[in-house]
């Protein structure tokens, strides 16, 4: 088991009355437990937490008038993941992926696997099917997409990041996304917090399905599998920004800190935390 504290400081000029959602608590899954929180919003004002998409997510929601808004976060994790054997790790056929899982085979907004077929084919085709081959294409990715802020930005999809070779951790994640779901094996975006990110920042991954549980990957290289803590899933980036609103508010400043408290020591090959 590891333990994480993490830390997100936001700062907004709210311009007009804006309705917030964020998306930076901590998820709760039957492997990520928060053993303690606290959620600062300056001026005060009414919040509520509620469940996004499978329910393991949760949106900060409030609204706000205009002037200068101050939200921060502090949460200690405790990831228990569920440790496999790679090897026994099987991509599964089409014929008995779960009903819930089939989303995650289509293209997205970002992640454009079916214009990436044959590419997918002619790198990983010969790769033996399972965890090897969902490691061999996060491994690709890092080996072959250069991280570089500012080359990338909200209209960029994998396709994208491909021909020009770099972005940030969203980017590295749509990436891979794309090629797993173009050999057919289901993949998701995972927004959430790792230690060892430079610049530390809120932090994109993502999951593949195999045998029967979802399996974390990190292809930026940046974090260890049990350094890394969920905020939630989703199709990619799209799906799990880490603010949204309606109104006016410009973000003046983020800070996030993220510490590893407890090291379990060697990093297991195949982990789930879902």
Known sequence: ???????????????????????IIAARTRHQVVTAEQIVVDPDVDVSLVPYGEGTHQLLRFDAAEGTLDVSYRATVSIEGDDADPAELTEVEFSRVPADVLPYLNPSRYCESDKLDRFATGLFGDVDPGHARVRAVSDWVGENVTYEAGVTDGSSGSTDVLLQRAGVCRDFAHVAISLCRALGVPARYVSGYGVGVEP??????????????????????????????????????????????????ELRSKTITVELVDDPGAEPEATSTA
Request: charged letters at 15%.
């Open 1 to 23: 088991m590891s333990t994480i504290d993490v830390c997100a400081d936001l700062s907004y000029e709210v311009t007009a009355p804006t309705s917030f959602a964020f998306s």
């Open 200 to 249: 530390q920042d809120f932090h994109g991954f993502f999951e593949a399905y195999l045998g029967d549980d979802w399996y974390l990957f990190d292809p930026t290289g940046m974090a260890a599998i049990h350094a890394l803590a969920r905020i939630g899933v989703g199709r990619d980036a799209a799906d799990a920004p880490f603010a949204t609103f309606v109104g006016g508010a």
